[in-house]
T-cell receptor
Framework: GESVGLHLPTLSVQEGDNSIINCAYS??????FIWYKQESGKGPQFIID?????DKRQGQRVTVLLNKTVKHLSLQIAATQPGDSAVYFC?????????????FGQGTTLQVKP | GAVVSQHPSRVICKSGTSVKIECRSL??????MFWYRQFPKKSLMLMAT?????????EQGVEKDKFLINHASLTLSTLTVTSAHPEDSSFYIC????????????FGPGTRLTVT
């Protein structure tokens, strides 16, 4: 079945360092992937997305890399700041047709040390 | 733009009562809304897909008579937890998909339900 999972449940980085959060997905037919940030007690916040016809996409301080060969997705955060501390989820647009259903990974907690 | 609100943000109810949660898209029209449930330190679990003007599609294992979903307009979907029990206590989150979009979903801030 479809599943999206994360390699590490918690990532601790020093302020100013770069962070890399990884995600593995199992459905090779998935064509759209998203990274969300969720702070405690709040809903997920969109960070960046990527379609399957791309390998890399950059935003402000964030980069998403997609490796379809090994079904791997990563989120890179440059110059990590205390405000980046949160749980990060990858999500995959799953299901057949255009249902728009998202399948979420288990989440990685990012802790930024001052 | 693309703001989704939920009401209430927190609710406490007694066992056996029902509680309604509203999800509104404030500045766009959403033909499709999604309802998720999230337990502490866990990921989001899709409960159902809500389509405007039609019956909701529930995920396997989700009781449709327990979690009533109504999507009466292009900007409002409601989730009613009927005959609530303590095990229904959770964080409920909705998302909405712009009718003009294909991929993007915009999430609400969530509703914390506590059943005593």
């Amino acid at each position: 079945g479809e599943s999206v999972g994360l390699h590490l449940p918690t990532l601790s980085v020093q302020e100013g360092d770069n962070s890399i959060i990884n995600c593995a997905y199992s459905n090779s037919a998935s064509d759209y992937f998203i990274w969300y940030k969720q702070e405690s007690g709040k809903g997920p916040q969109f960070i960046i997305d990527i379609r399957s016809n791309m390998d890399k996409r950059q935003g402000q301080r964030v980069t998403v890399l997609l490796n379809k060969t090994v079904k791997h997705l990563s989120l890179q955060i440059a110059a990590t700041q205390p405000g980046d501390s949160a749980v990060y989820f990858c999500a995959e647009k799953g299901g057949s047709g255009n249902t728009g259903k998202l399948i979420f990974g288990q989440g990685t907690t990012l802790q930024v040390k001052p | 733009g693309a703001v989704v609100s939920q009401h209430p943000s927190r609710v406490i109810c007694k066992s056996g009562t029902s509680v309604k949660i509203e999800c509104r898209s404030l500045d766009f029209q959403a033909t499709t809304m999604f309802w998720y449930r999230q337990f502490p330190k866990k990921s989001l679990m899709l409960m159902a897909t809500s389509n405007e003007g039609s019956k909701a599609t529930y995920e396997q294992g989700v009781e449709k008579d327990k979690f009533l979903i109504n999507h009466a307009s292009l900007t409002l979907s409601t989730l009613t937890v009927t005959s609530a029990h303590p095990e229904d206590s959770s964080f409920y989150i909705c998302s909405a998909r712009d009718r003009q979009g294909y991929y993007e979903q915009y999430f609400g801030p969530g509703t914390r339900l506590t059943v005593t």
